[in-house]
């Protein structure tokens, strides 16, 4: 691909091509823009990039595209919803679709969460549960509890809050510390006793015990909420030991804890089950989601609640503000068409379990790359998996992202994290698909050399 050259325009001319105007979020700018990767078109399971060749999804996009790219009843939908009413606001007003919306939502999750508050991503979903964590004790007169627990290699976004209880050291490095009163888990990956393990790891449940010292340490009369991934994809798809999330659930209810499941990635069908709640038959007691919401067409993020939660604030006078929280386009009428259309078409469709049909095809398919140069460990579940590589000793990262960029030449999407290259294709990936994104994979490993 030709170099891109950036040049100044007169005053007045247009500049179609420059790509200096946009600050990329986690993006090596300078060096992304001497040699750009770019989208022009998609359709189903396939990009289109600028130059015209046609590039497998193997991430859902960004781990959002469940239902496959620009899929008819959704575009319909936002089309259709744009031409009758582009904007109503949800602050003492509110439009049919935002509640039409919410009411699909919960119809499809986990018992017992009937209420939803909608963000605009993913982020705003965590700092919005982490809000109501602390509001929620306040309400029932334990205002000292306000500590928040994180877990290491937890993300959760990069708000404010969610940065503060991510886990991630590089997300965090630059800023400090930037909320008070948050503490962290140790995280559960163990290559030493769990390397390619196919499915969840053998060994591990007790780490969820790490949460009694923090009990000990701080006293669980100052923990207002603990929020873990169920699955920490971002930081490389670190896979729960069996038993070690309902061991988490367990201590969390027996000290007054709220637990908060980021189901940012893993809601909408990933492990094969609506949420990763039902797969992992756990009952936290705040879901966080976004991303496969929409199926990534239109921003929307959500927060799903317990009874119990959402009742500790109507107890005040009735028209008075229960929550002081929310955003312009909580709820926002395309972001609600979207989301009543995506989740038509993953019940209609199947989406939502399919995953757990793929599953055991998916496994071999992922493991057969055990064995090629630099390849540490293989991890999977659900129709997700992932490829650690032996880091370079004084450039970690480097080889999961020279593979990357070699697998786009070759035609496929995958995402490289750390030392990782992780894989999360949309749900209607056929077999033939994945022996192709595989296969490709496993070319790019044995040919690359470094």
Request: net charge neutral.
């Given at each position: 691909?030709?170099?891109t050259k950036?040049?100044?325009?007169?005053a007045?001319?247009?500049r179609p091509?420059?790509?200096g105007a946009?600050w990329?979020?986690?993006?090596?700018n300078?060096?992304?823009?001497?040699?750009?990767r770019?989208f022009?078109g998609a359709k189903?399971?396939?990009?289109v990039?600028?130059?015209?060749r046609k590039v497998?999804?193997?991430t859902?996009g960004?781990w959002c595209?469940?239902?496959g790219?620009?899929?008819?009843?959704i575009?319909e939908?936002?089309r259709?919803?744009?031409?009758?009413?582009?904007?109503?606001g949800?602050?003492?007003m509110?439009?049919t679709?935002?509640?039409?919306?919410?009411?699909?939502?919960?119809g499809?999750?986990?018992?017992g969460?009937d209420?939803?508050f909608?963000?605009?991503?993913?982020?705003?979903?965590?700092?919005?549960?982490?809000?109501i964590?602390?509001a929620y004790?306040?309400a029932?007169?334990?205002?000292?509890?306000?500590?928040?627990?994180?877990?290491?290699?937890?993300?959760?976004g990069?708000?404010?809050?969610g940065?503060?209880?991510g886990?991630i050291?590089g997300?965090r490095?630059?800023?400090?510390?930037?909320?008070?009163?948050?503490?962290?888990?140790?995280?559960?990956?163990?290559?030493?006793?769990n390397a390619f393990?196919r499915?969840?790891?053998?060994?591990?449940?007790?780490?969820?015990?790490?949460?009694?010292?923090?009990?000990?340490?701080h006293?669980a009369?100052?923990?207002?909420?603990v929020?873990?991934e169920?699955v920490?994809?971002?930081?490389?798809v670190?896979?729960p030991?069996?038993?070690?999330?309902q061991?988490?659930?367990?201590?969390?209810?027996?000290h007054d804890i709220?637990?908060?499941?980021?189901?940012?990635i893993t809601?909408f069908g990933r492990?094969?089950t609506p949420?990763?709640?039902d797969?992992?038959?756990?009952?936290?007691?705040?879901?966080?989601?976004a991303?496969?919401?929409?199926?990534?067409?239109v921003?929307m993020?959500?927060?799903?609640?317990?009874?119990?939660?959402?009742?500790a604030?109507?107890?005040g006078?009735?028209a008075?503000i229960?929550?002081a929280?929310?955003?312009?386009y909580s709820?926002?009428p395309l972001?609600s068409?979207a989301?009543?259309?995506?989740?038509?078409l993953l019940q209609?469709?199947?989406?939502?379990?399919?995953?757990a049909e793929l599953a055991?095809?998916?496994?071999?398919a992922v493991?057969s790359l055990e064995?090629?140069?630099?390849v540490?460990?293989?991890r999977n579940?659900g129709?997700i998996g992932a490829?650690?590589?032996?880091?370079?000793?004084?450039?970690?990262g480097r080889r999961?992202?020279?593979?990357?960029?070699?697998?786009?030449?070759?035609?496929?999407?995958?995402?490289?994290t750390?030392?990782v290259?992780a894989?999360?294709?949309?749900?209607?990936?056929?077999?033939n698909e994945?022996?192709?994104?595989?296969?490709?994979l496993?070319?790019?490993?044995?040919d690359v050399r470094d």
């Amino acid at each position: 691909m030709a170099e891109t050259k950036f040049e100044v325009p007169h005053a007045g001319e247009p500049r179609p091509n420059d790509l200096g105007a946009f600050w990329m979020p986690f993006t090596a700018n300078r060096d992304f823009k001497r040699a750009p990767r770019l989208f022009v078109g998609a359709k189903g399971m396939r990009f289109v990039t600028d130059d015209g060749r046609k590039v497998l999804d193997g991430t859902s996009g960004l781990w959002c595209v469940n239902a496959g790219h620009c899929r008819e009843p959704i575009v319909e939908a936002i089309r259709r919803q744009a031409g009758e009413l582009d904007f109503a606001g949800t602050f003492q007003m509110g439009h049919t679709k935002a509640f039409e919306a919410a009411a699909r939502l919960a119809g499809i999750a986990p018992a017992g969460f009937d209420h939803v508050f909608f963000t605009n991503s993913g982020s705003e979903a965590v700092d919005t549960a982490l809000k109501i964590a602390i509001a929620y004790h306040r309400a029932r007169g334990n205002g000292a509890k306000t500590r928040l627990i994180g877990r290491e290699r937890g993300y959760h976004g990069s708000n404010l809050g969610g940065t503060a209880v991510g886990g991630i050291p590089g997300n965090r490095r630059m800023f400090g510390a930037i909320v008070a009163g948050v503490d962290h888990l140790r995280h559960t990956h163990d290559p030493a006793r769990n390397a390619f393990a196919r499915g969840q790891p053998e060994h591990g449940e007790e780490l969820a015990d790490d949460l009694e010292r923090l009990v000990a340490l701080h006293d669980a009369s100052t923990i207002a909420a603990v929020i873990v991934e169920p699955v920490a994809c971002s930081a490389g798809v670190y896979i729960p030991p069996k038993g070690y999330l309902q061991r988490l659930a367990s201590i969390c209810a027996r000290h007054d804890i709220l637990l908060i499941l980021d189901e940012v990635i893993t809601a909408f069908g990933r492990l094969g089950t609506p949420f990763a709640a039902d797969y992992f038959g756990i009952s936290p007691d705040i879901i966080t989601t976004a991303k496969g919401l929409t199926n990534g067409a239109v921003p929307m993020g959500a927060v799903l609640v317990k009874a119990k939660v959402h009742d500790a604030f109507m107890t005040g006078p009735e028209a008075a503000i229960e929550l002081a929280h929310g955003y312009t386009y909580s709820g926002h009428p395309l972001a609600s068409a979207a989301a009543i259309a995506t989740i038509d078409l993953l019940q209609s469709d199947g989406l939502l379990t399919r995953a757990a049909e793929l599953a055991p095809y998916w496994r071999e398919a992922v493991h057969s790359l055990e064995g090629l140069p630099h390849v540490i460990d293989v991890r999977n579940i659900g129709l997700i998996g992932a490829i650690e590589l032996t880091p370079l000793p004084d450039a970690p990262g480097r080889r999961a992202h020279t593979r990357f960029l070699e697998a786009f030449k070759r035609g496929i999407l995958v995402r490289a994290t750390g030392d990782v290259i992780a894989l999360a294709p949309p749900l209607i990936i056929e077999k033939n698909e994945i022996d192709e994104l595989i296969g490709t994979l496993a070319s790019v490993l044995r040919d690359v050399r470094d």
